[in-house]
């Protein structure tokens, strides 16, 4: 019998068994399997740790909200007019206080996830004026943009938490966290994402977020439900909104993420050990904050640094700058045992190599580094003037793959096949109709959604599409087929009178 003839009759048994189910994955609860890298020493970490708590004590930190001063005041830092100058006795308090480990509720059980160490959520690009396709093209971003790409957001498991989006211009300021809550909550069913605008906006999301998920005031805030991201003034500010945001998700118990924004040579140092170490002392002054207000407040280490372009000053992203300061925040943050937030992103102005070069740069320094939240993972172009439904889908396939890594790789008796592949083949002969290989072959593999595995006379014949053009249909053709997540008409009807009711008052303008 020769080796073909035996494997094509194996084959030809394993073919008569049931069909391989359709493929399944879960990427909603993940961890980083990957070692952490370090930019510095554990000395040289140590010693930034201790220059940024000499920087509060001795430099200070400006506070323009009077309550967040006070408060400070209150627990024994020094206030000269706007500066506070904070002891590391409070600041030791706080990070011993902050939780290490954040169990978050999203809208369905099996979405929930815990921020802490070694955990990995993903979230898209973030907060851009503008959105972006090849389809309709650049434009200010609009109430349509940010129900689309939350819906986007939803069809794709790799992202755990739904990210601001884009701005809706098009939607009165005062009535715009209504529109986005109601979005998030009707169209998605992932861990909502509240602005820091003041406290009637943050009273209103509350509200309409405890009431959709038909939760009492003492179970909404015993666990988070939802997160803000609170950005400190670098260098060493922390203006009237953000204290204010703190204060607000602090008191009821929802997760706030602490994100000095530096760039290096122009709001923080030149250096990425100057500049992480401002970055740290800000972080710091605003998880005591929260601390301070509530003491094991769930709150998030963070930061989003990078440098800028010194011929011209525009912020760069995915540089290597980029990527050892993204390790050198991940051993900050394990210094102080916090789950934490970084960031990768593009400058590019268009979703083309440079962008995908520097977004997987930037998002392979996030994951050699640690990081528990990685904000702008797809989709983010110019910096984060824009985000690119294109871009959004081609992100998404590296996303994927990183979380089918995730899932590590088995070798037991089933997956090394000594029975059912390896007895079955002769020397020079294939492994397509195996056993293993015919149990197996709809579900072993990643399948991509954007990429083109074809060869060049198949892919000719299709019309020759690049990979953007291919994501143009992908993002199309989710949007005109999945419909989301099913909402309670009963929730939803006391949404839409909660929300008419507010706009009738006049709506919640926010505070500066």
Request: contains cysteine; aromatic residues 8%; negative net charge.
């Amino acid at each position: 019998m020769s080796g073909d003839t035996k494997t094509r009759r194996r084959g030809r048994r394993g073919a008569t068994s049931a069909p391989p189910s359709a493929r399944q994955v879960n990427y909603r609860q993940l961890k980083n399997p990957f070692p952490v890298m370090k930019a510095f020493s554990d000395d040289e970490i140590a010693n930034m740790h201790e220059t940024a708590l000499r920087m509060l004590e001795e430099l200070g930190i400006k506070v323009l909200l009077p309550e967040a001063l006070n408060i400070f005041v209150k627990a024994g830092a020094r206030a000269e007019g706007e500066m506070v100058y904070i002891g590391r006795d409070i600041i030791e308090a706080a990070i011993a206080s902050a939780p290490k480990s954040i169990p978050c509720l999203a809208g369905a059980r099996h979405r929930d996830f815990t921020l802490e160490l070694g955990s990995l959520t993903f979230q898209p690009g973030a907060a851009a004026p503008h959105a972006t396709d090849l389809v309709r093209g650049r434009r200010p971003g609009r109430g349509a943009d940010f129900e689309e790409l939350a819906r986007l957001t939803q069809h794709f498991d790799v992202f755990q938490m739904v990210s601001p989006l884009v701005e809706p211009q098009d939607v009165p300021v005062q009535d715009r966290h209504y529109f986005t809550t109601e979005v998030q909550l009707t169209k998605t069913d992932k861990f909502p994402f509240f602005f820091s605008r003041g406290t009637p906006q943050a009273m209103d999301n509350f509200e309409m977020l405890r009431d959709f998920r038909g939760a009492s005031d003492e179970a909404f805030r015993a666990s988070p439900h939802c997160y803000t991201i609170i950005n400190t003034n670098s260098p060493r500010t922390l203006d009237i909104p953000m204290a204010q945001g703190l204060i607000d998700f602090a008191r009821h118990g929802q997760v706030s993420i602490v994100t000095p924004f530096t760039l290096m040579g122009a709001m923080a140092p030149i250096t990425v050990a100057g500049a992480m170490t401002l970055s740290h002392a800000e972080c710091m002054a605003a998880i005591a904050l929260t601390q301070l207000i509530n003491p094991g407040a769930p709150v998030c280490y963070g930061t989003f640094t990078s440098n800028v372009d010194m011929k011209s000053g525009a912020p760069a992203f995915g540089t290597p700058t980029h990527f050892q300061a993204s390790l050198a925040a991940g051993q900050l943050a394990r210094h102080l045992g916090l789950p934490w937030r970084s960031a990768a992103g593009s400058a590019s102005n268009l979703n083309d190599v440079q962008a995908a070069n520097e977004n997987q740069l930037g998002l392979w320094g996030c994951l050699m580094a640690g990081a528990t939240v990685i904000i702008h993972s797809a989709g983010w172009l110019e910096g984060g003037l824009s985000v690119s439904y294109e871009k959004l889908i081609t992100d998404v396939e590296v996303l994927n793959m990183v979380a089918e890594l995730c899932a590590g790789a088995k070798a037991g008796p089933d997956e090394i096949g000594f029975e059912n592949a390896l007895s079955e083949v002769d020397p020079s002969c294939h492994f397509f109709a195996t056993t293993q290989t015919m149990a197996r072959y709809n579900t072993e593999f990643y399948e991509p959604i954007v990429h083109d595995y074809a060869n060049f006379g198949t892919w000719t014949d299709r019309g020759a599409k690049d990979a953007t053009a291919r994501a143009t249909e992908v993002w199309q053709r989710i949007l005109a087929e999945d419909n989301g997540p099913k909402v309670d008409a009963d929730r939803n009807g006391a949404l839409q009178a909660f929300i008419a009711k507010r706009k009738a008052e006049g709506g919640a303008p926010p505070e500066s």
